[in-house]
């Protein structure tokens, strides 16, 4: 089956452990991105990568790192969670980055809820 | 700064009405646009993608429309049925990032 997947789906920590929730697509997709979702401001793009090895910022990626060694897999690292990164994250991915004229469907994994106290 | 309105902000109707949901957006240079539910607690489903040559895009009960002049899009669902209360959100992708965009979403509610 296509998906994308997310681990672990929830996670209670404190400020400043470390922490990695993994994604993983199996649709052989080279775009894959980065959300957050908070009550009042909707969803927002952390990182986002073209391919393997090319990685880049979206709108809010403070306190954020990503990596992208292999093309099914796009972790998110937080080095040093604070609490205003509790937040509902989402993993997407697409088959090519979207560009004029030519657009792919992006696709979601089921979430990670985070809560950083 | 591309921002995303919808309309309404919730909405409650009886079961097998038809209905619009309402999307605009104010930078009309766009790729393409997605509508998607999400479920309480739960990821986002595509339900539909409509490029930006497309005036219009169907699946089943669901059709969505574009008109990228005047920055709107619509989801009209046909007979709806409790199943498809979820929330449903909009979103135009546009620029570098190839990142989308969302409206805050329209919360649906159908009553059996």
């Known amino acids: 089956e296509a998906q994308v997947t997310q681990n672990p789906r929830y996670l209670i920590t404190v400020t400043g452990k470390k922490l990695t929730v993994t994604c993983s697509q199996n649709m052989n997709h080279e775009y894959m991105s980065w959300y957050r979702q908070d009550p009042g401001l909707g969803l927002r793009q952390i990182y986002y990568s073209m391919n393997v090895e090319v990685t880049d910022k979206g709108d809010v990626p403070e306190g954020y790192k990503v990596s992208r060694k292999e093309k099914r897999n796009f972790p998110l690292i937080l080095e040093s969670p604070s609490p205003n990164q509790t937040s509902l994250y989402f993993c997407?991915?697409?088959?090519?980055?979207?560009?004029?004229?030519?657009?792919?469907?992006?696709?979601f994994g089921p979430g990670t809820r985070l809560t950083v106290t | 700064k591309q921002e995303v309105t919808q309309i309404p902000a919730a909405l409650s109707v009886p079961e097998g009405e038809n209905l619009v949901l309402n999307c605009s957006f104010t930078d009309s240079a766009i790729y393409n646009l997605q509508w998607f539910r999400q479920d309480p607690g739960k990821g986002l489903t595509s339900l539909l993608l409509i490029q930006s040559s497309q005036r219009e895009q169907t699946s089943g009960r669901l059709n969505a429309s574009l008109d990228k002049s005047s920055g709107r899009s619509t989801l009209y669902i046909a007979a709806s049925q409790p199943g498809d209360s979820a929330t449903y959100l909009c979103a135009p992708v546009g620029g570098s990032q190839g990142n989308l965009i969302f409206g805050k979403g329209t919360k649906l509610s159908v009553k059996p």
């Open positions: 997407a991915s697409s088959l090519y980055l979207p560009l004029r004229d030519t657009s792919y469907e992006q696709y």
